[in-house]
């Protein structure tokens, strides 16, 4: 796949809103505060963070469960294979 579709992906990513968030975790099941989707889209905006590096997403699901807590950090890292392979870029990853 292109670098175009990487830096499409990257910047969506680094500019979900706090709502946006809160949406999708409703929508997937997720169980998330206002003040812990505003964490996490700070820190995605504010840090160097590369979705297809597999060290900056361990460190990114590490994070994650520091601002909230275990369950939520899985049952985001299950909604993130769920969405790779259900848009079939596997290979990205």
Known sequence: MSNVMKDLI???IKQISP???LHYSKQYGFSLTR???KQITNYVKNHPFDPFSESD???FF???ARMT???TTK???KLFGEM???YGIQSLF
């Open 10 to 12: 990257t910047k969506k």
């Open 19 to 21: 709502e946006e968030l």
């Open 35 to 37: 003040s812990e989707a």
């Open 57 to 59: 997403r361990v460190a």
């Open 62 to 64: 590490k994070e994650l």
């Open 69 to 71: 807590d275990m369950q």
């Open 75 to 77: 049952k985001a890292q």
């Open 84 to 86: 790779v392979r259900s």
